[in-house]
């Protein structure tokens, strides 16, 4: 699915929306270190069953841009979002724990 150019996000609560061109992505704060990605395809409010129980807190999060790039910030986790819904992971040490497979192996620069 291509969700095309990033064009604007907005806070709710524990929750950020992003708005690209083709689709919107709900990121919810679960925890400083659980962020659950929703991509509301076929169900604008579709409940996972993944986290059992009530488990969310109050997160503080930080959301800034740099170039192209979205960075959404934690205390645990850092996220890096561009156009089409790419997205990378990081720990709070900077390790990589999860990107986007872009047809080829991209080793991405600091930022």
């Known amino acids: 699915m291509k969700f095309g150019k990033k064009l604007s996000y907005e806070q709710q609560d524990d929750s950020l929306v992003l708005h690209f061109e083709k689709q919107d992505v ?7 270190d659980i962020i659950r990605v929703f991509v509301p ?22 959301v800034e841009e740099f170039e192209d790039v979205l960075i ?5 986790l850092t996220l890096k979002i561009e156009d089409d ?5 990081y720990d709070i040490h900077n390790h990589l ?5 872009r047809s080829v192996r ?3 620069e600091e930022m």
């Open 72 to 76: 959404i910030k934690t205390d645990a």
């Open 85 to 89: 819904f790419y997205m990378e992971v």
């Open 106 to 108: 991209q080793e991405k």
């Open 97 to 101: 724990l999860m990107a986007d497979y």
């Open 41 to 62: 395809c076929w169900l604008l409010d579709y409940q996972s069953q993944a986290i059992e129980g009530e488990k969310a807190v109050a997160v503080d999060y930080t």
């Open 26 to 32: 709900i990121l919810s704060f679960i925890k400083e």
